[in-house]
């Protein structure tokens, strides 16, 4: 098995890389997060690799940190995820948003994906609660327990939490009031 590459980038596409390795040109399917952070071909790079030996062939799979490489393994072990879904889902979220979806119950948001329908999308959710080994974000950690201060038990914060639209960038200030928000309604 081949855990890491090191050698010169020959290629960059947004999905695709070439490694140079002592002489050889190994082709890695990369999700997007890592190739906007790779550097310029020419450039030395490391990459963390998978390595799925199918019927068709070998596929090599490269990310830049352990935990894209568990998540995506985590995602294609779910029947019906194969590598291509498994990328398009890390192009469009981090490890842990996805986690933090998946700790939330807010199957709505993998149906953005490309390849994710709604079949998809219960499968991934009902696998990796189960078995996700990363805990969900401390924002949402922080949000319930506010909610739970204000007089909210347990299944109701959690409840508005899985009503609320994340992103990225979103305060815990911003997710309460729409928490109280929903509550008000």
């Known amino acids: 098995m081949i855990g890491s590459l090191r050698g010169r980038l020959l290629e960059k596409e947004p999905t695709l890389v070439v490694v140079e390795c002592a002489g050889i040109g190994f082709e890695l399917r990369v999700p997007l997060s890592t190739s906007g952070r790779l550097p310029e071909p020419g450039q030395e790079v490391r990459l963390l690799v998978l390595m799925r030996v199918t019927r068709s062939g070998v596929d090599l799979f490269g990310f830049l940190d352990r935990q894209e490489r568990e998540a995506f393994s985590l995602l294609t072990s779910v029947k019906g995820v194969g590598p291509k879904a498994g990328l398009n889902l890390l192009s469009r979220f981090s490890p842990q948003e996805i986690m933090d979806v998946i700790a939330a119950g807010r199957v709505e948001v993998f149906r953005t994906v490309p390849g ?8 991934i959710l009902k696998k990796l609660q189960v078995e996700s080994p990363v805990p969900a974000q401390p924002l949402l950690a922080d949000a319930q327990a506010a909610l739970m201060s204000l007089g909210l038990t347990r299944k109701e914060a959690r409840e508005r939490l899985s009503q609320v639209q994340l992103h990225p960038e979103t305060t ?14």
């Open 116 to 123: 994710i329908g709604p079949k998809k999308a219960d499968s």
């Open 172 to 185: 815990l200030a911003e997710l309460l009031k729409l928490c109280l928000t929903l509550r008000a309604q």
